[in-house]
């Protein structure tokens, strides 16, 4: 069996395994033959050696997160052979922490939570994994081509779920939307506004590619200029960028009683100006709320997988500006400048 590898903490140690081992029985009783993994940023930083951890007892991890595989065997009957599933990506911590006792891993409250592909759980890109059924989720077969997306999905579920549940804290009446980035967060995120009604907004700094036209054929106005001088205020904000100027603008530019979602992870080492006393004043006399969120427990993928099926399809496959078949996996972990979501293809 193939599977791509790396040793956490090492830069440079990308390999594809051509004699990887079985999976073993205990990772779960649900056998999926591998049909395509995803790509993030995360991928990139854990191959640049910046963090990961492997599996206790083995020097290596495989990569893969974003997963989509076809059923294989299921004796317990909770998918049938043939069914396309996904693996949830974080299970909970083993002691548990009050969040992950009622399967609310993705609020874990003592970081002792794993994840396939990141911390010491082995990953989906390789040919074939196994799955426990509490972490499998089934998805329409109408999604083969675009059900690799189901993880992002949920990454932006879960956020639009808990900027739901700030809002009820008033009367909440939102009507307009921004989201920063327009990367595959982003447009999920965009998708996700959109299924809600609401008047949605793409900031970007890219005027040229597919972004512009696949927010627009979202119903949203694309913007590329200063957030600043959007000339408006929206009532929600999910900042997709991770940008520290972006990061504290959407601070100051969401309207009163509104709502900013950070879903972007900066990566650290920038400073700039903040007059600390003018933000909390603006926050605190608009009553805004600003909140962090990441990751997403089963109730989110479930969601993700019914905002997939109601979707337009041809829409999401735009989103896959590239795939790449496994034989040449080094070069799905280099993203090009248009690229919007690389997928590694393990049927070509």
Known sequence: MRAVTVIPGVAGSLRLLDDYPEPATEEGSILVEALAVGICGTDIEIIEGLYGEAPPGIDHLVLGHESLGRVVEDPTGTLQPGDLVAGIVRHPDPLPCPNCAVDEWDMCRNGM?????IKALPGFARQRWRLQPRFAVGLDPELVEVGVLLEPTSVVVKAWDHIDRIGRRAEWQPRTALVTGAGPIGLLAALLASQRGLS???????????????????????????????????????????APR??????????????????????????????????????????????????????????????????????????????????????????????IKVVLDFTA
Request: glycine fraction near 10%.
């Open 113 to 117: 939570f794993t994840e396939h592909g």
């Open 200 to 242: 949605v907004h793409v900031l970007d700094l890219v005027t040229e590619g597919p972004k512009p036209a696949l927010a627009g054929a979202l119903g949203a106005t694309y913007h590329s200029g200063p957030l600043d001088q959007l000339g408006f205020e929206p009532d929600v904000i999910v900042e997709c960028t991770g």
């Open 246 to 339: 972006v990061v504290l603008e959407s601070m100051y530019r969401v309207a009163p009683t509104g709502i900013v979602c950070l879903a972007g992870v900066s990566s650290g080492g920038r400073t700039i100006d903040l007059d600390a006393g003018e933000l909390n004043r603006t926050l605190v006399l608009e009553n805004n709320v600003v909140f962090g969120s990441v990751n997403a427990n089963r109730r989110h993928w479930d969601a993700a997988a019914e905002a997939l099926a109601r979707a337009d399809h041809a829409w999401l496959s735009s989103l896959i500006t590239r795939r790449v078949p496994l034989s040449d996996y080094a070069a799905a972990y280099s993203p090009g400048p248009q690229d």
